[in-house]
């Protein structure tokens, strides 16, 4: 919601969870849908950029219970002339909380390039505790990805006339596929529940690191620090 909350109040009552845009104001903001419905979950969305560790700290000594954060459509961060990848920043991110000790009072949702399966069990070893997704689902509807509709030209799939059972299904075997490669991972590991993999990077093995500690002591060129690789890490088991 922007502005007066007037006209949200039944949209807020009946929600489980609303997403604010993060502004100056957005705490207050947060304190007035609170007192609207105390068991609403409230979720701050704020862009990934170079400032967003210390926003995250800050509004998690300030009392925000759930963020959004976003990378751009490649999975990168937003807004830098030499983006960091997504993978980089969620560990960054998620060390500068528990080294403050605020890690458990704050759940942190990120969205942006996660585009397989796969991707999801990484966010999280990583120190996400869920994943926003977009694209996949256009592209479960079968979506050409051609962008044509941002520049007000008709879509080619005519994704606007699909029948919506049709479409409710195709989205519900994408999540239950996805669903099924995580429960895979986890049980690889001997885990059951999905929370304990949260930040468990001992159980994977980052492709910069790797170079840096053996190729990079032959060749003299260690990969940088926050150069993407989005399929340099992999997922091991004990």
């Given at each position: 919601?922007?502005?007066?909350?007037?006209?949200?109040?039944?949209?807020?009552?009946?929600?489980?969870?609303?997403?604010?845009?993060?502004?100056?104001?957005?705490?207050?903001?947060?304190?007035?849908?609170?007192?609207?419905?105390?068991?609403?979950?409230?979720?701050?969305?704020?862009?990934?950029?170079?400032?967003?560790?210390?926003?995250?700290?800050?509004?998690?000594?300030?009392?925000?219970?759930?963020?959004?954060?976003?990378a751009d459509e490649k999975g990168r961060e937003q807004r830098a002339a030499?983006?960091?990848?997504?993978?980089?920043?969620?560990?960054?991110?998620?060390?500068?909380?528990?080294?403050?000790?605020?890690?458990?009072?704050?759940?942190?949702?990120?969205?942006?390039?996660?585009?397989?399966?796969?991707?999801?069990?990484?966010?999280?070893?990583?120190?996400?505790?869920?994943?926003?997704?977009?694209?996949?689902?256009?592209?479960?509807?079968?979506?050409?990805?051609?962008?044509?509709?941002?520049?007000?030209?008709?879509?080619?799939?005519?994704?606007?006339?699909?029948?919506?059972?049709?479409?409710?299904?195709?989205?519900?075997?994408?999540?239950?596929?996805?669903?099924?490669?995580?429960?895979?991972?986890?049980?690889?590991?001997?885990?059951?529940?999905?929370?304990?993999?949260?930040?468990?990077?001992?159980?994977?093995?980052?492709?910069?690191?790797?170079?840096?500690?053996?190729?990079?002591?032959?060749?003299?060129?260690?990969?940088?620090?926050?150069?993407?690789?989005?399929?340099?890490?992999?997922?091991?088991?004990?």
């Open positions: 919601p922007e502005g007066s909350l007037e006209g949200s109040i039944p949209a807020i009552r009946r929600a489980r969870m609303v997403q604010v845009s993060l502004t100056e104001s957005s705490m207050e903001t947060v304190r007035e849908i609170k007192k609207i419905s105390s068991e609403v979950v409230v979720c701050l969305r704020l862009p990934l950029t170079r400032e967003t560790e210390e926003q995250v700290v800050s509004l998690a000594r300030a009392g925000a219970e759930v963020l959004h954060i976003l030499s983006p960091r990848f997504i993978k980089d920043l969620i560990r960054k991110i998620h060390l500068r909380l528990v080294k403050e000790g605020l890690r458990d009072g704050l759940s942190l949702i990120y969205g942006g390039g996660i585009a397989m399966a796969e991707h999801v069990a990484k966010a999280i070893i990583c120190g996400a505790d869920a994943v926003s997704i977009e694209r996949p689902l256009l592209l479960a509807l079968e979506c050409r990805l051609c962008k044509q509709c941002a520049a007000d030209l008709a879509c080619p799939v005519e994704i606007e006339k699909i029948d919506p059972e049709w479409g409710r299904q195709r989205v519900v075997n994408l999540i239950a596929a996805w669903h099924g490669q995580l429960l895979e991972v986890l049980g690889a590991m001997g885990m059951r529940d999905v929370r304990r993999l949260r930040g468990e990077a001992g159980r994977a093995i980052f492709l910069e690191e790797i170079e840096k500690e053996t190729f990079g002591r032959i060749f003299g060129q260690p990969v940088q620090e926050g150069q993407p690789h989005e399929e340099g890490m992999h997922v091991l088991s004990p």
